[in-house]
Nanobody, 119 residues
Framework: QVQLVESGGGLVQAGGSLRLSCVAS????????MGWYRQAPGKLRELVAN???????TYADSVKGRFTISQDNAENTVHLQMNSLKPEDTAVYYC?????????????WGQGTQVTVSS
């Protein structure tokens, strides 16, 4: 059983930056892809970014050019650098680890970290 622990959330003004981290209790090299999701109040959880093979990244259109996902296998950590934050980025952000060769039912999730962007 792998545990994922997110950190780095907080309150920031619009235009500011935050860096989220997700640390896995085991090796993240057995997971592909790693990803970040978010859920705002009253909304469905949505995909923010994925990283495949520790290098190929994809992003939701709403965060392209502002957010960057990265992976550090030596530290078993995935980061989400968030720049030029907007009030609509306010949400609980979750880290997701997908075991290689699976399609979703076996995903591991963190407990989430709150990001609040004030206008």
């Amino acid at each position: 059983q792998v545990q994922l622990v997110e950190s780095g959330g907080g309150l920031v003004q619009a235009g500011g930056s935050l860096r989220l981290s997700c640390v896995a209790s085991g090796s993240i090299s057995s997971f592909d892809p790693m990803g970040w999701y978010r859920q705002a109040p009253g909304k469905l959880r949505e995909l923010v970014a994925n990283i495949f093979g520790g290098a190929i990244t994809t992003y939701a259109d709403s965060v392209k050019g502002r957010f960057t996902i990265s992976q550090d296998n030596a530290e078993n950590t995935v980061h989400l650098q968030m720049n030029s934050l907007k009030p609509e980025d306010t949400a609980v952000y979750y880290c997701r680890a997908r075991p290689r060769g699976t399609v979703g039912a076996a995903d591991y999730w963190g407990q989430g970290t709150q990001v609040t962007v004030s206008s």
